[in-house]
């Protein structure tokens, strides 16, 4: 199947027109209409109904979404792995949630970049149902997550625990707070959160990673639970307070990878995540005892 041709339906679903999409491809819109019939043709199905709202998904098309997503990553990663600039020895691609690139594997990059030179490196933001997709299907090497599940053939590790605090930006705010801004941590955090206020009314703010909610919070004011690894500068310059008597949660960030693989540059690369790790786990006694004053 044409790449491109996946590549085309994708900006389209993204973009909701045939315009939109040609215009962010750089082609005519002929182009585009021309790269979609021929996809049609050979899935044979139809993927659009398109009207004066512009371009929407038949049930077919929503079926394909995932395919096409899948054709294209794997294509990419393809053509970066095979693709590698002189001087470099392999590739790895690592997806991992945004929390756990802020101040963490942002470090394991340049750790990386210090001892493995000579290894490319791919780096992505997801949550665990395409992580664990993408590992299930070799497109990804490591994925880093909070709620893994286990599956033949992944290897699995505890890295550390991410210690969740409750903040707020006034300390004069009262608990419970209706700009109280609730970030899916996962289902640990859930049940924890619904054990120790079990009568705190639905929020009327979500959001599904933590840097959404603290920008709002910051710019709107209000309390959230976050790692105190992301907040520890935001509390140090007051612009966060923790909210007195309240617990504070936990939940396991891992490390997950294909157990096949014995080639160098993937062992290095855990062995980076697990000194890390490790440099986590030590520091965080000290930092939960030192937020208790902020």
Same mark, same amino acid.
């Given at each position: ?49 398109? $009207? ?37 020895? $392999? ?156 617990? #504070?949660?936990?939940?396991?960030? #891992? ?21 890390? $790790? ?17």
């Amino acid at each position: 199947m044409d790449i491109e041709q996946a590549r085309t339906f994708l900006h389209v679903v993204a973009i909701g027109n045939f315009l939109g999409a040609a215009e962010k491809l750089h082609v005519t819109q002929s182009t585009v209409s021309a790269r979609i019939q021929n996809l049609e043709k050979k899935l044979g199905a139809k993927l659009f109904s398109r $009207g004066k709202q512009g371009a929407a998904l038949t049930a077919a098309g929503h079926r394909f979404v995932r395919h096409a997503q899948t054709l294209v990553r794997t294509a990419d990663i393809a053509r970066q792995d095979v693709g590698l600039p002189d001087g470099y020895s $392999g590739g790895l691609t690592v997806s991992g949630r945004i929390a756990l690139w802020e101040g963490f594997l942002s470090r394991w990059v340049a750790w990386m970049r210090e001892t493995a030179p000579a290894v490319s490196l791919r780096l992505e933001i997801g949550f665990e149902q395409d992580i664990m997709q993408g590992l299930v299907q070799n497109t990804l090497d490591i994925g880093l997550m909070y709620t893994p599940e286990a599956r033949p053939g992944l290897g699995l590790e505890r890295l550390f625990d991410e210690t969740l605090i409750l903040v707020t930006t006034d300390r004069m705010r009262p608990w419970p707070d209706p700009g109280y801004v609730h970030v899916d941590w996962g289902t640990e955090f859930f049940h924890q959160f619904s054990l120790h206020f079990p009568d705190h009314p639905p929020p009327a703010l979500s959001a599904n990673v933590g840097w959404l909610g603290i920008q709002q919070l910051l710019t709107s004011g209000g309390s959230g639970y976050f790692p105190l690894r992301m907040i520890r500068a935001l509390l140090a310059k007051k612009r966060l307070h923790r909210v007195p008597d309240t617990p #504070h949660f936990s939940v396991t960030a #891992h490390m997950v990878y294909p157990l096949s693989r014995n080639d160098d540059f993937l062992q290095q690369a855990l062995t980076g995540l697990r000194l890390l $790790g490790r440099e986590e786990r030590r520091g965080q006694t000290m930092d939960t005892d030192t937020s208790l004053s902020f």
